[in-house]
């Protein structure tokens, strides 16, 4: 009788541990659909670029990339950084080193980007992140660059109640979350999936507030990663490089 009690314990110990590693593999499949890459803004380079200040629109990462090594840059992240038109120009708000090189869209239409609430990724000029939804977006002297998209994938801590579990809506997908720690991650599927765990994702790793950011059209370049996308036809692109 005295074993009883600690073989039932050892039971429930065995039990839970096996549960909580079937968790943390069905997480691990997950996780394994979606690549990501983690900033720290005030300590990395990350600046949003439409084109060589000439007007000639830069259209892929490896135009980018070309473009910064002139400079003796060296990329080392780069992701299309929300939707544009047929001529490259960027769908609602974009702001380029202070300067407001395509207005704030309020206005409601069809599409991704209209799927309410949208939002605004955007950094100060002390280097710090924020997302928020459109209508709360404020400009001001003290933003340096914003992009405009949608829809918001997590508000709050939350997932909007529009994306449901197990929906047959798939596609590849990119967007940019807020982490506790003032950082953001950007990441991208590998695979198609659906607005609802793509926004899971975001949410599992503590991201207070995500934004969509596009569509198949996406691509990424995280070298550090073995992820190596150059290609593209985009508006705008958010790189992360080495110092001028």
Not at 186 to 205: E, G, H, M, R
């Amino acid at each position: 009788m005295k074993n009883g009690p600690k073989a039932l314990l050892l039971t429930v110990f065995f039990a839970s541990l096996t549960l909580i590693l079937g968790f943390s593999k069905i997480k691990q499949v997950e996780d394994d659909r979606i690549i990501s890459y983690s900033v720290d803004c005030k300590k990395q380079n990350v600046l949003m670029y439409l084109d060589d200040g000439q007007g000639k629109n830069f259209g892929s990462i490896g135009n980018l990339q070309a473009w910064l090594e002139k400079s003796g840059r060296k990329l080392l992240f780069a992701m299309n950084g929300g939707m544009y038109g047929p001529d490259h120009t960027p769908k609602g708000l974009f702001i380029e080193n202070k300067l407001v090189r395509s207005p704030l869209d309020t206005s409601s239409g069809n599409g991704n980007f209209y799927i309410k609430p949208n939002g605004v990724f955007y950094l100060t000029n002390s280097g710090v992140p924020a997302i928020c939804d459109t209508k709360n977006f404020q400009n001001n002297d003290q933003i340096k660059y914003a992009t405009q998209s949608g829809p918001m994938l997590v508000i709050d801590g939350a997932i909007p109640t529009t994306f449901k579990q197990g929906s047959t809506n798939l596609n590849i997908r990119n967007g940019v979350g807020l982490m506790p720690d003032n950082k953001v991650v950007f990441a991208i599927s590998k695979v198609p999936v659906n607005f609802y765990d793509f926004a899971n994702y975001f949410k599992s790793l503590g991201c207070k507030d995500a934004l969509y950011l596009d569509g198949f059209v996406s691509r990424a370049y995280i070298p550090e990663k073995n992820w190596i996308q150059t290609d593209g036809d985009f508006g705008v692109i958010i790189g992360v490089s080495t110092p001028r």
